[in-house]
């Protein structure tokens, strides 16, 4: 199944390489505002591969980043991601199931896309 991208959701930017100048452009454009969290992540996965002796940390954030990339960078796809997001927290428990089903749906075909499809 493809990414369930809306009508004319065309992506902004081509689908970056899953390293490290390919995502953090990647972030800086479609993203910037999440910049920061980016950096923190980067230097989390570092420390914590140096502490575990592994590059699965850090493959692991070159993932999660990408599937970030991969959402944002098409506006319809990301707009429809927050607002189940936010719907996640209302009061009618029909409104979260729909909000945790798009969400999960979303993110799920984000991490097929990234993973090659």
Avoid: C
Avoid at 74 to 99: K, Q
Avoid at 103 to 111: S, T, Y
């Amino acid at each position: 199944m493809a990414m369930p991208y809306a009508e004319g959701d065309a992506p902004l930017i081509p689908r970056p390489d899953l390293s490290l100048p390919a995502l953090r452009q990647a972030v800086a454009t479609v993203v910037p505002s999440r910049l920061p969290e980016f950096f923190e992540d980067l230097q989390k996965a570092f420390v914590r591969a140096g502490d575990e002796d592994s590059v699965v940390p850090i493959r692991m954030f070159y993932r999660e980043w990408g599937v970030v990339v991969e959402i944002e960078r098409h506006p319809e796809t990301a707009r429809r991601l927050h607002a189940a997001e936010l719907a996640i927290n209302s009061a009618d428990p029909a409104v979260r199931d729909r909000a945790v089903r798009e969400a999960g749906q979303i993110v799920r075909a984000a991490h097929r896309e990234v993973a090659g499809g």
